[in-house]
Each structure stands twice: as structure tokens, then as C-alpha cells.
């Protein structure tokens, strides 16, 4: 017998911006080229509209911490870089490409003390800026919104309606930061009057969402022009600042929506197995209704079902994918007479290919658990669509649980469980947060710090809620040190003798932890019949870590590996970069000469054990 998946109850959030193919849309005179890719092709500057020559391509780029906007190129592709000649301007870069609704994510770096920004639509700016340490961004911050301008207020009320970023997410000169934005173009009617405003659907740096649902009432200052259209070109500011940018990948988004009209229903009570003979069944409810939607008054808390039926209004052809979520049960859904959605439980999802036209649709959903809400959601997406919904969004969420957050108003430690991006739980975890808003993580297992972020501190939801399962999640953008953690101290023959994947030998002891009277850890343990203390604390200005690790009485032959990457590069005396211009490691003593070498396909950082070992994580 055929039968509904059983429901099983659990968290769900629906993932409207990953990454999809890329339809480019390039003006060519009077007519429109469709050009599908993956990323935006930076091989030259063809894909500009008459670029300045301070904008040029090329293969690797690195700033200065201590220059002013200033960058090194290399010869090659891949990267856009904006080189302005020293007390002059340059030139603001417009693309061909026209936009209306995208997705946008790309990489970008800024030089020491530099001023950039990327206006969608040519209108609507996202600031780019060197605010590594702001400790309370503005608007005029890094992943701010811009204000709008009217010269008619007095001085110091002109700017208005400008948007800081929740949290200061931005890395330091020189390293790749990314950034994914989603915009909604404004709308509107047949006689060119706008009827909604532009929006700001989510804007994320460096992993962290700092802006949702942000309306653009008008065009920002310095806005290309102060009207707003249906569609614009991507504009990069490049008249103050020196900034590099690369993988700029681009969702184009201009399929119209196709539309859900002349909705009906009819509910039934009971338990259904499989999908019934409706002619022989009477509905306890039925109707027409607006929409899509399971706010049906007269049905039951459980065992029901609801069928609709509505036609499908299609405008434009396209392989379209729909998505159906069934809350406390199951459902399905078939286009024209064919099955596009097949029975399912809480979760189903199906695609078809439609030319333009209008196609009866049936959509069931049957409820078998009493305590769970009713809530029916679909929505639909295709290359050149946005996913979107085709039914009441006024729905209970399945788990609306509140998220149970630790804020650091001052020195804070709390122990846990804690998953490693692209590496395995550490199950000794000690973070420590501070009121700087820079934070670390140490793993009491190896005896080192595996992991930084600046931002905001811990996310304790997964550990405390209900049973729990004992782990905790930054809430800022996190900087990995070593996804792989192994002994922070190992005893080698030579330079090149490969590092320990374990303890076993070391005669490693853990000793814990000791809080100054401010309330800052310093943690001990006995590795090789060495005592060592290891403490962390925050950089002036909030630009990062300071490591102290203090060894009494090592044996000989010891090490201290600092950093694991992809690869490490020397920029100057005692400062290294990490991974691809990931971070970096600054050693206080500039004239030490740790050894970069190669084990397992991961380049490292060590250095002989001395009596004390200082050194910066710079991010």
C-alpha cells in the first residue's frame, strides 16, 4: 500500500541564496546577448564600459599594513585591482552588464586606510572601507548601507536613512574578505510609477549576516543618477581608494514570477494513507481563497487533509523547481496531470520543464501529528528566478524556538563542545570572549588556540535547548587556525620530521586553567617533562590575538608550530601571511627565524621552543 512518508519533526530553514548559474546580461548597442556562466570573466577589462587606466587586471595583488592605500600587483589574471595615481582621483568602473534583481558574491581587499564601494543599480551603495578594529560601526563602515543626502537640511542632519552593519565583520588590509548580497530592484507599474522599493534582502561579509530586509527608500549619495530604474549597471567606486576584487559571480534575475491564481479548497478529516477518491468524499470545509495557504478556519488539530486546485499562470519558459514543505504530515503536487511532486513527508521538492501558458495545478497535504502547527509552503525557482513563494507567508514556523545567545560585556569563558569548519569536534573547548568583541577558542586537548572570530560571542542554542547535544557556534566572523588540531609542542629529530598526529609519548597533561583577576585564562600543561603556560589576550585597536607561551625548563629538540595552511609566505621580518591571504602571524621578536616547511600537503610555521614565544594573529 502506498503511504506518506512518516513525519518526523525538525528544524528547518529554507535556503533561498545558494549559489545557482549565472546569466549574464551584456548590452551590446540596442540589443540584449544572453551569456550563461559561473563567474564574471577577468582576463581583461572587456566586460567595463570604457574602464580609466587606473582600473587594470592582474595575477596575485598584497598590501602594506603600514602603507596607506597602497597594493602590489603581479602580473597575470583573475583579479580587478584599482591603482589611483597619489593625489589624484580615479575613475568609478560601471559594468556592461544591466541588473535588476541579482545575487551578487565576490572577493574583495582593501589597502591600509582605504575607501571603496559597490553601487547596485549604479544607485544604491554597499560601502567598502579599511574598518579592521572599529569597535561600533556606522553606516560609512565596512557592509554599510550609504545614506542618502539632502543639501536643504542644516549641517549635520543632511545624511539620512543610511544602514550600519549589525557587527563589525571586516578582516584586516590585505586579506580577502567576501561578500554575498541579494537585491530586490524596486518595482513598477505599466506607467513607469514606482510601486515598491528597492530592498536589501540579505547582505553577508565574511560569513556573517549583518543586514535582512533593509528598504531602500531612494538612491544613496553619490548615486550615479537620483532617479531609480527596473534595471542599472553595477558601478565600483573608484575615485578614492585603492581595493582589489575577484571571483565576482553573478545570479541575474530576470524571469518574471510566474503567478498562482484561482485558488480552491476542500478539507477532510481523517487518516489517509494514500490519496483518496474525492467524488466519494464529503469536505468538512471548503472555499476559494487568495492564495496558497493552510490559514483555513474549521480544520481539525489533526488527522486532515486539504486539496487545492489553481492554475499555474507561467510567463516565461524555463525549467522551473518547486519546493513543498508540509508541516506535522506530508504532501504532493502535480502540474497539468503529471506529478512534479511526488507523496512525500515534511519536505518535498520536484522540477519540470513549462512553456508559457496557464496549468491546472492539485496540491495535497495531509496533517497526522496533533502538536505540530498547521503551516503549507511553496515556492518556486529557476535559473532566472529568484526562489520565491507561491503561498501565504503568514505561516507558523515548525520550531520556533528563541535562540539562547552569550553576550561578552566582559572577560567570559565557557566550556563546550565545538565544531571545527572543515575539521572534527573538539570536545575539551574553552572560548573565551571579551567586551572588544574579539574572541578565541582553545582546544585543552592540544594545548592551542584552534579558532578566532570578531563579532559578537556564542550561540549556546544547540548545547542548552531542549536535550541538547552539548555544542556552541560564534556568532562572528571566524578566522580557522588549524582545522586539524595535533599537539601544539612536539619533540623532532630534525626540522623536517613529520609532527604527531597524537599524544601518545609526550607524557601531555593537561593542568587546566588559572583566571587573572580580570578574568582572562591562562592555560597550563606538562608536555616532555616541560611546564608550559599559554595565554591569549586582545590586540590594541581589536586587530587581533597576542600569544604568550612560556615553557620552564624544555627539553631538547622541542618545537611550537604557530600555523598550518595551504601555503605560508614571509612579507617581511617576522611577518607571515597564512592560507590563501587568510591572516596573518606577526612574531614579537622580528629577528626569529621560524621555518616555513611542507608535511602532508599543508605548509607550517615552527619555531624551537625558547623560555617565552610571543606572537600576533593578526585578522
Known amino acids: 500500500m502506498l503511504r506518506w512518508n512518516k513525519f518526523r519533526p525538525k528544524l528547518k530553514q529554507l535556503r533561498?541564496?545558494?549559489?545557482?548559474?549565472?546569466?549574464?546580461?551584456?548590452?551590446?548597442?540596442?540589443?540584449?546577448?544572453?551569456?550563461?556562466?559561473?563567474?564574471?570573466?577577468?582576463?581583461?577589462?572587456?566586460?567595463?564600459?570604457?574602464?580609466?587606466?587606473?582600473?587594470?587586471?592582474?595575477?596575485?595583488?598584497?598590501?602594506?599594513?603600514?602603507?596607506?592605500?597602497?597594493?602590489?600587483?603581479?602580473?597575470?589574471?583573475?583579479?580587478?585591482?584599482?591603482?589611483?595615481?597619489?593625489?589624484?582621483?580615479?575613475?568609478?568602473?560601471?559594468?556592461?552588464?544591466?541588473?535588476?534583481?541579482?545575487?551578487?558574491?565576490?572577493?574583495?581587499?582593501?589597502?591600509?586606510?582605504?575607501?571603496?564601494?559597490?553601487?547596485?543599480?549604479?544607485?544604491?551603495?554597499i560601502q567598502l572601507f579599511d574598518s579592521w578594529g572599529t569597535a561600533a560601526p556606522r553606516a560609512s563602515d565596512n557592509?554599510?548601507?550609504?545614506?542618502?543626502?539632502?543639501?536643504?537640511?542644516?549641517?549635520?542632519?543632511?545624511?539620512?536613512?543610511?544602514?550600519?552593519?549589525?557587527?563589525?565583520?571586516?578582516?584586516?588590509?590585505?586579506?580577502?574578505?567576501?561578500?554575498?548580497?541579494?537585491?530586490?530592484?524596486?518595482?513598477?507599474?505599466?506607467a513607469g510609477n514606482k510601486i515598491a522599493d528597492a530592498v536589501i534582502l540579505k547582505l553577508v561579509l565574511n560569513g556573517v549576516t549583518i543586514h535582512e530586509n533593509v528598504v531602500l527608500s531612494g538612491p544613496t549619495r553619490g548615486a550615479m543618477e537620483n532617479n531609480e530604474v527596473a534595471s542599472g549597471p553595477l558601478r565600483i567606486q573608484g575615485d578614492h581608494g585603492t581595493v582589489a576584487f575577484r571571483n565576482i559571480v553573478i545570479n541575474n534575475y530576470s524571469l518574471p514570477k510566474p503567478e498562482l491564481t484561482g485558488v480552491k479548497y476542500s478539507a477532510y478529516k481523517g487518516v489517509f494513507n494514500a490519496p483518496p477518491d474525492f467524488n466519494t468524499l464529503k469536505p468538512i470545509a471548503s472555499g476559494t481563497s487568495a492564495q496558497l495557504s493552510s490559514n483555513i478556519a474549521g480544520l481539525p488539530d489533526n488527522e486532515f487533509l486539504v486539496r487545492y486546485n489553481a492554475t499555474l499562470v507561467v510567463k516565461a519558459a524555463g525549467k522551473y523547481h518547486f519546493n513543498l514543505h508540509s508541516s506535522g504530515g506530508g504532501g504532493l503536487m502535480?502540474?497539468?496531470?503529471?506529478?512534479?511532486?511526488?507523496?512525500?513527508?515534511?519536505?518535498?521538492?520536484?522540477?519540470?520543464?513549462?512553456?508559457?501558458?496557464?496549468?491546472?495545478?492539485?496540491?495535497?497535504?495531509?496533517?497526522?501529528?496533533?502538536?505540530?502547527?498547521?503551516?503549507?509552503?511553496?515556492?518556486?525557482?529557476?535559473?532566472?528566478?529568484r526562489e520565491v513563494a507561491l503561498s501565504d507567508t503568514n505561516v507558523p514556523a515548525d520550531d520556533p524556538t528563541d535562540p539562547i545567545l552569550v553576550t561578552a560585556t566582559e572577560n567570559t569563558v565557557l566550556r563546550s563542545f565545538m565544531d571545527l569548519r572543515g575539521g572534527p569536534r573538539v570536545t575539551h573547548a574553552v572560548s573565551v570572549g571579551?567586551?572588544?568583541?574579539?574572541?578565541?577558542?582553545?582546544?585543552?586537548?592540544?594545548?592551542?588556540?584552534?579558532?578566532?572570530?570578531?563579532?559578537?560571542?556564542?550561540?549556546?542554542?544547540?548545547?542548552?535547548?531542549?536535550?541538547?547535544?552539548?555544542?556552541?557556534?560564534?556568532?562572528?566572523?571566524?578566522?580557522?587556525?588549524?582545522?586539524?588540531?595535533?599537539l601544539a609542542i612536539e619533540m623532532l629529530a630534525t626540522p623536517e620530521t613529520a609532527w604527531s598526529k597524537d599524544t601518545v609519548g609526550t607524557g601531555y597533561r593537561p593542568g587546566g586553567y588559572a583566571l587573572d583577576a580580570s578574568g582572562k585564562p591562562t592555560f597550563r600543561y606538562t608536555v616532555y617533562g616541560a611546564k608550559v603556560s599559554d595565554s591569549l589576550s586582545v590586540l590594541p585597536e581589536n586587530q587581533g590575538v597576542h600569544r604568550t607561551v612560556t615553557v620552564q625548563q624544555p627539553a631538547e629538540h622541542l618545537y611550537l608550530r604557530i600555523a598550518v595552511g595551504d601555503s605560508i609566505e614571509q612579507v617581511s621580518p617576522g611577518l607571515y601571511v597564512i592560507g590563501d591571504k587568510s591572516y596573518y602571524v606577526k612574531m614579537d621578536d622580528a629577528t626569529a627565524t621560524p621555518i616555513i616547511r611542507n608535511q602532508n600537503g599543508r605548509a607550517e610555521l615552527i619555531v624551537p621552543v625558547q623560555a617565552k614565544t610571543g606572537y600576533a594573529v593578526i585578522f
Open 16 to 125: 533561498v541564496y545558494d549559489r545557482r548559474t549565472l546569466v549574464l546580461i551584456f548590452s551590446i548597442g540596442s540589443c540584449q546577448q544572453m551569456i550563461a556562466q559561473t563567474k564574471l570573466p577577468l582576463t581583461d577589462l572587456s566586460a567595463f564600459q570604457q574602464p580609466a587606466a587606473s582600473w587594470r587586471i592582474a595575477g596575485d595583488v598584497k598590501a602594506d599594513l603600514q602603507q596607506q592605500n597602497f597594493l602590489q600587483t603581479t602580473a597575470g589574471t583573475g583579479i580587478l585591482v584599482n591603482l589611483p595615481e597619489k593625489n589624484t582621483h580615479g575613475k568609478d568602473l560601471f559594468s556592461s552588464l544591466q541588473h535588476g534583481d541579482l545575487d551578487l558574491e565576490l572577493d574583495y581587499m582593501m589597502a591600509k586606510g582605504s575607501n571603496s564601494g559597490i553601487y547596485l543599480q549604479g544607485r544604491y551603495e
Open 143 to 190: 557592509g554599510g548601507i550609504y545614506e542618502r543626502w539632502n543639501d536643504n537640511q542644516p549641517n549635520g542632519q543632511q545624511g539620512y536613512d543610511g544602514h550600519p552593519p549589525r557587527q563589525n565583520a571586516s578582516r584586516a588590509p590585505g586579506l580577502w574578505q567576501h561578500m554575498k548580497i541579494a537585491f530586490q530592484a524596486p518595482r513598477f507599474d505599466a
Open 334 to 385: 502535480n502540474i497539468n496531470n503529471q506529478s512534479v511532486i511526488p507523496k512525500s513527508g515534511t519536505d518535498g521538492n520536484g522540477s519540470i520543464e513549462l512553456q508559457p501558458g496557464n496549468y491546472p495545478v492539485e496540491v495535497l497535504y495531509v496533517k497526522t501529528t496533533g502538536w505540530a502547527k498547521a503551516a503549507l509552503t511553496l515556492t518556486i525557482k529557476e535559473a532566472g528566478l
Open 434 to 486: 571579551s567586551p572588544d568583541k574579539v574572541h578565541y577558542t582553545y582546544d585543552m586537548d592540544n594545548g592551542l588556540p584552534v579558532q578566532v572570530w570578531r563579532g559578537e560571542f556564542l550561540n549556546t542554542t544547540p548545547m542548552w535547548h531542549d536535550r541538547g547535544d552539548g555544542s556552541s557556534r560564534p556568532m562572528g566572523t571566524v578566522q580557522i587556525l588549524d582545522n586539524q588540531p595535533a
